[in-house]
């Protein structure tokens, strides 16, 4: 049999039996029940996009081959008299539990994943530029790959004029700048469009200080994207 014809089998098998490339392994440490979502940018959704995790539970997502996305963690859910479903920082908008689709509300905290990418390598980073809401950190398993974390308490520093409060006037979320305040140079458009003309600002360094592994705003990929060998598997902590 021909390579070529050999290689075509295998990848229809692979397709057929559904071969995953990544188990995500989401586990809970923060002393509160927290509801993790999923938003899938590239290849089929996962079979989880919303569930509830109580403190020290953790659940698995298994992943297809070429999947890229995103997780986050919700706070302070319940159903509402309506039998709406909804969330203090981070609802997806979808009115249930599982976010079917949607994306999570600023301000969020983000794990974001592109699975078998370039050169058949996994990026991954954990992302502050929709803001905070909680400390979270990825983990591989395996392989020698670096982890990533931000757990510093980004709401205990967070600047007035981004904070999101309860009704109890305690901080639950920082907004970042672009989110709060709504400026080019703070969102990194218009003519602050490119690396050049958008450097860190003094809002940007606030999140880069608590946590100087993440993205703490767009332009922010040097130091905040970390790559490893296609294949391996990952835990997502949230409050590590």
């Given at each position: 049999?021909?390579?070529?014809?050999?290689?075509?089998?295998?990848?229809?098998?692979?397709?057929?039996?559904?071969?995953?490339?990544?188990?995500?392994?989401?586990?809970?440490?923060?002393?509160?029940?927290?509801?993790?979502?999923?938003?899938?940018?590239?290849?089929?959704?996962?079979?989880?996009?919303?569930?509830?995790?109580?403190?020290?539970?953790?659940?698995?997502?298994?992943?297809?081959?070429?999947?890229?996305?995103?997780?986050?963690?919700?706070?302070?859910?319940?159903?509402?008299?309506?039998?709406?479903?909804?969330?203090?920082?981070?609802?997806?908008?979808?009115?249930?539990?599982?976010?079917?689709?949607?994306?999570?509300?600023?301000?969020?905290?983000?794990l974001?994943?592109?699975?078998?990418?370039?050169?058949?390598?996994?990026?991954?980073?954990?992302?502050?530029?929709?803001?905070?809401?909680?400390?979270?950190?990825?983990?591989?398993?395996?392989?020698?790959?670096?982890?990533?974390?931000?757990?510093?308490?980004?709401?205990?520093?967070?600047?007035?004029?981004?904070?999101?409060?309860?009704?109890?006037?305690?901080?639950?979320?920082?907004?970042?700048?672009?989110?709060?305040?709504?400026?080019?140079?703070?969102?990194?458009?218009?003519?602050?469009?490119?690396?050049?003309?958008?450097?860190?600002?003094?809002?940007?360094?606030i999140?880069?200080?608590?946590?100087?592994?993440?993205?703490?705003?767009?332009?922010?990929?040097?130091?905040?994207?970390?790559?490893?060998?296609?294949?391996?598997?990952?835990v997502?902590?949230?409050?590590?």
């Amino acid at each position: 049999m021909e390579a070529k014809g050999y290689f075509a089998i295998l990848l229809a098998l692979v397709s057929v039996t559904g071969a995953f490339s990544a188990t995500f392994t989401l586990r809970n440490n923060c002393p509160y029940t927290v509801w993790p979502g999923s938003l899938t940018g590239g290849g089929s959704q996962l079979s989880k996009t919303g569930f509830e995790l109580a403190t020290g539970a953790s659940t698995s997502v298994d992943a297809p081959a070429g999947w890229s996305g995103r997780f986050w963690a919700r706070t302070g859910c319940s159903t509402d008299p309506s039998g709406k479903f909804v969330c203090a920082t981070a609802d997806c908008g979808s009115g249930r539990l599982e976010c079917n689709g949607a994306g999570a509300i600023p301000p969020a905290t983000l794990l974001e994943f592109t699975l078998n990418g370039d050169g058949g390598k996994d990026f991954y980073d954990v992302s502050l530029v929709d803001g905070f809401n909680l400390p979270a950190s990825i983990t591989p398993q395996g392989g020698g790959c670096s982890s990533t974390t931000c757990r510093g308490n980004v709401n205990s520093v967070c600047p007035q004029e981004l904070s999101v409060k309860n009704a109890g006037g305690s901080v639950i979320a920082c907004k970042s700048a672009c989110e709060a305040l709504g400026q080019p140079q703070y969102c990194c458009t218009g003519s602050f469009n490119k690396p050049e003309t958008c450097p860190p600002t003094n809002y940007s360094r606030i999140f880069k200080n608590a946590c100087p592994q993440a993205y703490s705003y767009a332009y922010d990929d040097r130091s905040s994207t970390f790559t490893c060998a296609a294949g391996g598997n990952y835990v997502i902590t949230f409050c590590p």
